[in-house]
């Protein structure tokens, strides 16, 4: 007798990162991706955006499948492994180096993490995952056959149909067409790009584009994408290498990410061709190639530390070349604005939008999306990976691609898709899931603190002295109507003191919560304003 099999996204659809699939059958259960997203400024505060798993406290998980190492698939590891301990984690090797190197700097044990190897099963309690190389902006990426109580999913992960990348890594169609026989009970398919028509373009447009571009540089060269995305590091390299420059490595995660890649043979810069911190400013401009970290305008990263002059080993200055070649990411396009600004004030020449361009997405277009259900035969369609127009553009594919609009289903972060004999059915809302916010020590920011500095940078603090029955009244941040705004929460602190008994007056918890609740209301009716209260009773 064959066994239900439940999906449930914990994050990834509807939205951009934090990617995370439950799949469940018969009291088993694995992870698809375990990722984290990154907050814009509008989070105070907050480094890392984790799901919430939660969920998963009574449940026997027993293995977790890794698709590629982006962060948004493997950042939240470290934190699934803090709670829920060490489950086996299965990637390719490059893809399972990103992941050791997240959980070491989490300060986690790094161990039971398995190789998986091409077109070879995988057993982990009644599940039975296989993996597909595909081609994308990370090496050793992959699509995953998942196989339990008989029925079959596949999933996409993040992918694009290249047929001559420069790193060679194709996507296995054939070995994808076979294992599919003929069809597939679901699939799961990245819709990051469903919006855009026809095919993407190869990486070796990339590696033309930075051709064209660095062709004409006098001065330094800097080049900033993601420091994962190997292929374009190496083709960027290769071009200065030809050229007689050298290169140096600028921020953490492009000199960590750049010696695993070093180590696999994925990325060759000869000893004497790189630049160390202390040689930068004596090194020729002419002669220099930076690889910089930094591509989303995040403030502590080595590029937007350049475009400050606050970087400690270099400084731009007329003339200086710099090639933003990486896509934004919805959320990032002031910081990436701002820091662009502020390179052009350096003297820089930012380029962002070149023919043939300097970047070329790593994610599948429509008719690529259209030729990937062509080759697993899907009975039914679960769009993933996207913000909700994005999974409602795959499910136009899909339909266009024969599947009944019935079958295409489109999930909330928490629904739960469940496949059984023929058919699939959705329970919206089935499972308890949101979001965690973590600070650079990785422990959790509780939700209210993240309000709370929010209204800090927007309306300011109003902090209520009581001694007694004398009020005294500070704020900051609030500079306009400072001294109205004063009168009327030492006014609203005196009318609950005046009505409080002897008892309320002795509580203090009793008297802030509602001095806090008097002064806002005050603040709300008298100046429409919203600072944050902080009453102290001494």
Known sequence: ???????????GVGEFGKNVLWLRSGGSSILLDVGVSFPDETFPGIDRIAPDLSALSDARL??????????????????????FGAAPVWGFPFTLALARRRLEEAGLSAERLEEARGRQPVRAGAF????????????????LLV???????????????DDDPPDGETTDREGIASASGEGVDLALVDSTNAERPGRSQSERVAGQGLRSAMVTARGRIV???????????????ELALASGRR???LGRSMCTVSEIAERFGRLRVPVGARVAAADLRATSPGRLLCLASGSQGEPTSALYRLALGEHADLELSEGDLVLLSARTIPGHERSVNRMTDHLVRRGARVVRETDPPIHVSGHAHRDEIAEWLKLVRPRAVMPVHGDRRMLAAAGEVAAGAGISPGRVHLLDNGDRLTVEDGTESVTPRAVACGTVFLDERTEPVDPGIVRERRILAEEGVVVVLIRGYDVDVVSRGVAAHAEELAAEVSGAARAVLARASEEERADPEWLRAEITLAGKRACRRALGLRPVIVPVIV
């Open 1 to 11: 007798m064959s066994v239900p099999l439940e999906v449930v996204p914990l994050g």
């Open 62 to 83: 027993d293995g977790v499948f890794l698709t590629h190492g982006h962060e948004d698939h493997v950042g939240g590891l470290s934190f699934l492994r803090e709670r």
């Open 128 to 143: 039975t995952v296989t993996f597909f190389r595909v081609s994308h902006s990370v090496p050793d990426s992959a699509a």
């Open 147 to 161: 196989e339990a109580g008989g029925r079959r999913l596949f999933h996409s992960g993040d992918f694009k149909l």
């Open 223 to 237: 080049v900033t994408t993601f420091s994962s995305h190997v292929a374009r590091l190496s083709q960027a390299s």
């Open 247 to 249: 290169v140096a490595l």
